[in-house]
């Protein structure tokens, strides 16, 4: 069974670039949930993915999109990018479907700095 | 506004002693609780849930408890192993539907052999 994986695993773009981030789930997940972690803060969440359809969003403007696959894989992309957007982003899948208490597995995270 | 808080970013303890991480919560919907640890350079790995329905739930060496009138959760780790040292992030979920975890700001927990 493969785990979750993440690319790239680091990347450097300058302001005002767009970013596209890459995420496969865990076999047998259907969900995928996005988190940004800035440095010296825990993860915060920006959106999820359940069967190809964006299922809940945290607190992030538009210019933070997403989509998932047939194949339940994942993309998150990143426009107009901001200094403030430099951050390790996660990536999470779970089962889904059993009301928010299935457990979410992580990737290793992509690590974005905007200069 | 934080709701769900680790008030000590680190904790320092001897090799074979009890380590006890704390996790405060103000959100009174949150009815599921996970802990995840985290080395340097890997995401988060997923350690013991405990749902608002128990007070506890244990696996191996790992026990968390819940206390709900408090807001209050820990997780004990006995006996505490070098490996163990890792930042320990505390998360939380309204469950019903949610489908977002609020985590902490995380404990950096060293184990000194």
């Known amino acids: 069974e493969t785990g979750v994986t993440q690319s790239p695993t680091h990347l450097i773009k300058t302001r005002g670039q767009q970013v596209t981030l890459r995420c496969s789930s865990q076999s047998g997940h259907n969900t995928v949930s996005w988190y940004q972690q800035a440095l010296g803060q825990g993860p915060q969440f920006i959106f999820q993915?359940?069967?190809?359809?964006?299922?809940g969003r945290g607190n992030f403007p538009p210019r933070f999109s997403g989509l998932q696959f047939p194949n339940y894989s994942s993309e998150l992309n990143v426009n107009a990018l901001e200094l403030d957007d430099s951050a390790l982003y996660l990536c999470?899948?779970?089962?889904?479907?059993?009301?928010?208490?299935?457990?979410?597995?992580f990737g290793p995270g992509t690590r974005l700095l905007v200069l | 506004d934080q709701q769900v808080k680790q008030n000590s970013p680190s904790l320092s303890v001897q090799e074979g002693r009890i380590s006890i991480l704390n996790c405060d919560y103000t959100n009174s919907m949150f009815d599921y609780f996970l802990w995840y640890k985290k080395y340097p350079a890997e995401g988060p790995t997923f350690l013991i849930s405990i749902s608002s329905i128990k007070d506890k739930n244990e696996d191996g060496r790992f026990t968390v408890f819940l206390n709900k009138s408090a807001k209050h959760l820990s997780l004990h780790i006995v006996p505490s192993q070098p490996g163990d040292s890792a930042v320990y992030f505390c998360a939380a979920s309204s469950g019903a539907g949610s489908y977002q975890l609020t985590f902490g700001k995380g404990t950096k927990l060293s184990v000194i052999p």
């Open positions: 999470a899948s779970s089962t889904g479907g059993t009301g928010g208490r299935e457990t979410q597995y």
């Open positions: 993915y359940y069967r190809e359809e964006e299922n």
